[in-house]
């Protein structure tokens, strides 16, 4: 029996799907106007492995994550950059997939964009003002909070209280401070679309609310993001799809903690504002993600690189105990079963289910697989191993693998003579003054635990 902790009633709850067998759940995906950063990867990672171990328990998962390609940051970016909104948007939605397929993300059934969905999202809006839940000002469509009794119950605030914060910004024409946008009128040069009233496009919350119904339909299992999306984001959410349907819009809702950085929180002002992009040339993504899921989702993560390197030595281990089984299955010549150890391995895969049968606690899961690995080192120090008890345990590894996506397989490390010849290669980069390149060898090496070191008789290396 699967348990998930919902953010709107703040307690684990049995997991009963709309549909037997069958999982619907919409993730909140990134802005695409940069690369994404690592709060953007850890959701990523997070309900990946969720989406994974619902598959593993035999469910049928519909997974929809979107990208939002048009708002104020892309408009921002395209003004900046001398390229159309839609240039940005798709050149950073391949950089999406290529680093996210790095850290073994699967890509969703369906990743919708915003500008797909243009007429769904002004329907969508029709039926708010026709039912009284909004209303047009000069060119601009607000949903009118009041309307909904419901409000703040993801974030368990009142409205009253949420009042004391609120206020109108210049150049907003809203009847209330609680008031959100749902079409924002053009400006001039700005991308834009038709609709009833003027030229515009859709403000940030609704675009999700479209497309989860247009995908899942009315009412889904699962919503998910990061703890920052749920106020205001997911709230409004809530609020403009219940007044639209009168149904419930979604059954769990689940939130990762936030990342912080050498234990500040991350912000661009502080200049620790890291992109995975940046962060998988110095650190292999395999073990990024075996970083992640040994913190479950929703403890908050602080990323250092001491923390790193204790993930890469944790994750070797596991990898070199299963390669040394898978060796030595060919040549395994023991007879007798030993009916101990594989009890043992049962007892291990019983409590990965239980660990993550417990609102999906990946920390414990990793834990098992260490006491797993113990079992297997303990079995290999045998004078004689039989070939079928090394198969379960190369079968218990793989179920892990899969759950929890981190890879199996060691990253083959580089021949000292190979590394000396990357060496000179960086050195003769440095004289043409091939400064990319240079910084290319050098992150690549860095990435495999090598370190370069400026010595009276050149450049050396020792690994890390």
Not at 48 to 63: I, M, P, Q, S
Not at 108 to 118: E, K, L, S, W
Not at 274 to 293: A, G, Q, S, T
Request: net charge negative.
């Amino acid at each position: 029996m699967v348990r998930i902790y919902n953010t709107i009633t703040r307690k684990k709850e049995e997991f009963k799907p709309l549909e037997e067998g069958k999982v619907s759940m919409y993730v909140c995906g990134p802005t695409v106007y940069n690369y994404i950063h690592i709060g953007n990867a850890r959701p990523a990672i997070a309900f990946d492995t969720v989406r994974r171990y619902l598959e593993y328990k035999g469910y049928e998962v519909k997974y929809v994550s979107n990208f939002t390609d048009v708002d104020d940051k892309l408009i921002k970016a395209s003004k900046e950059l001398g390229e159309t909104v839609p240039e940005i948007a798709e050149r950073f939605i391949e950089a999406f997939f290529e680093d996210t397929g790095a850290l073994n993300v699967k890509k969703a059934d369906v990743h919708p964009r915003v500008m797909d969905h243009m007429p769904d999202i002004v329907e969508f809006i029709k039926v708010l003002i026709d039912k009284g839940h909004a209303y047009e000002s000069a060119g601009d469509v607000y949903f009118k909070t009041r309307s909904f009794d419901g409000y703040g119950k993801l974030s368990q605030q009142s409205v009253d209280d949420l009042k004391i914060g609120a206020r109108i910004d210049a150049g907003e024409k809203k009847q209330d401070p609680l008031d959100f946008a749902l079409w924002k009128q053009a400006k001039d040069g700005e991308i834009s679309w038709d609709s009833p009233w003027g030229t515009g496009r859709p403000g940030w919350h609704i675009e999700c609310s479209v497309m989860a119904r247009e995908h899942l339909g009315n009412t889904i299992d699962i919503h998910a993001g990061g703890q920052d999306l749920t106020f205001p984001h997911h709230e409004n959410e809530i609020a403009q799809s219940e007044c639209m349907t009168d149904e419930t819009f979604a059954n769990y809702w689940m939130h990762n903690g936030y990342i912080n950085i050498d234990n500040t929180k991350m912000s661009k002002s502080l200049g620790n504002f890291i992109l995975v992009h940046d962060i998988i040339k110095e650190v292999e993504p395999n073990v990024l993600r075996y970083f992640m899921v040994s913190v479950h989702y929703r403890n908050p993560i602080n990323y250092n690189r001491e923390l790193v390197d204790a993930a890469r030595n944790g994750l070797m281990r596991i990898q070199d105990s299963y390669h040394q089984a898978s060796e030595r299955l060919d040549k395994a010549v023991g007879t007798e079963i030993d009916d101990k150890v594989l009890s043992a391995i049962d007892l291990n895969l019983q409590q990965l289910e239980a660990f993550m049968d417990d609102d999906f606690n990946t920390a414990n899961a990793v834990s098992a697989w260490h006491e797993l690995t113990g079992e297997l080192n303990k079995y290999l120090r045998q004078p004689a191993t039989a070939k079928e008890v090394l198969q379960k345990f190369i079968e218990a590894f793989k179920i892990y693998s899969e759950i929890l996506g981190v890879n199996l397989a060691r990253k083959e490390l580089l021949l000292d003579e190979e590394i000396e010849a990357l060496i000179e290669e960086r050195e003769a980069a440095r004289k043409n003054k091939d400064f990319a390149r240079s910084d290319e060898i050098r992150d690549s090496l860095k990435a495999q635990g090598i370190v370069l070191e400026d010595t009276k008789d050149g450049v050396r290396f020792k690994r890390g």
